[in-house]
Nanobody, 121 residues
Framework: QVELVESGGGLVQVGGSLRLSCAAS????????MGWFRQAPGKERELVAA????????FYAESVKGRFTISRDNAKNTVYLQMNSLKPEDTAEYYC??????????????WGQGTQVTVSS
């Protein structure tokens, strides 16, 4: 099992920034692609951003393109999501996941417990 623990969520005003972190428990972290998903109450879980095992490939949802940046530090077994220019519609529980590089939840095998992001208007 790969244990993933998210942190960095909180309450922020519209236009503000947050940096989410996801720490992995295993030395094999670098062999997995990593994704950030979010889920708001009553809505489907959706991919926000993904990054390949080497960091050479990345994907962003259209709704966050230009505002969010995904990065990883394999030496620290950690993936980050820098979120800028936050909007109320960004409010959700954010989850990190490990698996193969892809766009859908089924592409990912291991999941963190989530961290709440709330953007006030």
């Amino acid at each position: 099992q790969v244990e993933l623990v998210e942190s960095g969520g909180g309450l922020v005003q519209v236009g503000g920034s947050l940096r989410l972190s996801c720490a992995a428990s295993e030395r094999t972290f670098s062999s997995y692609a990593m994704g950030w998903f979010r889920q708001a109450p009553g809505k489907e879980r959706e991919l926000v951003a993904a990054i390949s095992w080497s960091g050479g490939l990345s994907f962003y949802a259209e709704s966050v393109k230009g505002r969010f940046t995904i990065s990883r530090d394999n030496a620290k077994n950690t993936v980050y999501l820098q979120m800028n220019s936050l909007k109320p519609e960004d409010t959700a529980e954010y989850y990190c996941a490990a698996g193969r590089y892809g766009n859908a939840p089924y592409d990912y095998d291991f999941w963190g417990q989530g961290t709440q992001v709330t953007v006030s208007s």
